[in-house]
């Protein structure tokens, strides 16, 4: 059922973009749209001297540095469990060492 596409019209920033999604994809669509605006709305109100365009720029450096965030956390993972492996064969080794003293 989430696999069928359809139209949607997402207001980003207070101008509708027509669209063409899958059903399942709705949600995030919204949500994404809605994190724009938002951002655009802060830069709005802090930079009142800007054109659209560029309010619209510093919400997509800010959103995609948060992304950039997220990736380099989500690849720390593999390091983190590596660190784990070798301070379990550490404690295994002293132990042994331990043993045979």
């Known amino acids: 059922m989430g696999d069928e ?3 949607i019209h997402l ?3 207070g101008k509708y973009y027509p669209l063409r999604i899958l059903r399942k994809d709705e ?3 919204r949500k994404a ?3 724009i605006t938002d951002k655009v709305l802060k830069y ?3 930079y009142s001297e800007g ?3 560029d309010y619209l720029a510093m919400a997509a450096v800010d959103l995609v540095s948060e992304l950039v965030d997220l990736k380099n956390k989500k690849d720390i993972n593999p390091i983190v469990e590596e660190l784990r492996d070798l301070n379990a064969e ?3 080794f ?3 060492e331990q043993q045979h003293s």
Do not use: C, M, Y
Request: net charge positive; no cysteine; glycine share 4%.
């Open 51 to 53: 054109e659209e365009r």
């Open 11 to 13: 207001n980003v920033a």
């Open 33 to 35: 749209a809605k994190l």
């Open 44 to 46: 709005r109100e802090s």
């Open 94 to 96: 002293l132990k042994n």
């Open 5 to 7: 596409k359809f139209n």
């Open 90 to 92: 550490l404690g295994d």
């Open 27 to 29: 949600e995030k669509f």
